[in-house]
């Protein structure tokens, strides 16, 4: 059984982590079987996510591509380096957050990011998502620092990582290749204790 611990946190990547956001949704691990319902999400959600996403090849968009990248997600969890989640209705896939690059020692850091189906947008959901995230790195995981980065211009995305009390700590110039160009992004980062 593969944990971590930091006075008296305890954290055991064998278990199940499931929190019901609302009567329909639950933020949960993500499970090799969702490799379909995944693949579903995100080719519903091409238009809705293509200006905050790199360019997509047809392959990203098939249930095996999915089940490669869940099988590489689940890993990672397992090795303790990564908490790869769903939202999820029922068998429908409606988001994603992921915690990613989880480093131990010193810095006790991972990485944030998340979307959620554009049919669902407007209900608080990415927001209820990160709060459930912030609480789970820092009371389950014993993390001291969580950091996202989000494109200037993506307003909902800020409004959500500030109201879930991420601060800025610099913008970081042509960051990622997002829809296909070089983009300037804002870092920003929750201190947990």
């Known amino acids: 059984m593969?944990?971590?611990?930091?006075?008296?946190?305890?954290y055991d990547r064998a278990m199940s982590f499931s929190i019901a956001l609302t009567d329909e949704i639950t933020l949960?691990?993500?499970?090799?079987?969702?490799?379909?319902?995944?693949?579903?999400?995100y080719d519903r959600n091409r238009r809705h996510l293509a200006p905050?996403?790199?360019?997509?090849?047809?392959?990203?968009?098939?249930?095996?591509?999915?089940?490669n990248v869940a099988a590489i997600q689940l890993a990672q969890h397992e090795?303790?380096?990564?908490?790869?989640?769903?939202?999820?209705?029922?068998?429908?896939?409606?988001?994603r957050v992921n915690l990613s690059n989880i480093v131990r020692g010193p810095f006790q850091s991972g990485?944030?990011?998340?979307?959620?189906?554009?049919a669902e947008t407007g209900r608080g959901l990415a927001g209820a998502a990160i709060?459930?995230?912030?609480?789970?790195?820092?009371?389950?995981?014993?993390?001291?620092?969580?950091?996202?980065?989000?494109?200037?211009?993506?307003?909902?995305?800020?409004?959500v990582l500030e109201?879930?009390?991420?601060?800025?700590?610099?913008?970081?110039?042509?960051?990622?290749?997002?829809?296909g160009r070089w983009q300037d992004h804002l870092l920003t980062q929750r201190i947990l204790y």
């Open 2 to 10: 593969a944990s971590v611990s930091r006075a008296g946190a305890h």
């Open 28 to 41: 949960r691990l993500l499970r090799s079987g969702d490799a379909g319902a995944v693949a579903d999400a």
């Open 52 to 67: 905050w996403d790199p360019e997509r090849t047809e392959e990203f968009f098939t249930a095996a591509h999915q089940s």
């Open 79 to 95: 090795a303790g380096t990564a908490l790869p989640l769903v939202l999820a209705a029922g068998d429908r896939i409606v988001g």
């Open 111 to 118: 990485n944030v990011g998340y979307w959620v189906d554009a």
């Open 131 to 159: 709060d459930a995230l912030v609480a789970h790195s820092r009371d389950g995981m014993g993390l001291h620092r969580l950091e996202a980065s989000v494109l200037l211009h993506n307003a909902a995305s800020r409004r």
């Open 163 to 179: 109201r879930a009390g991420f601060q800025p700590i610099g913008v970081a110039p042509r960051y990622l290749q997002i829809a």
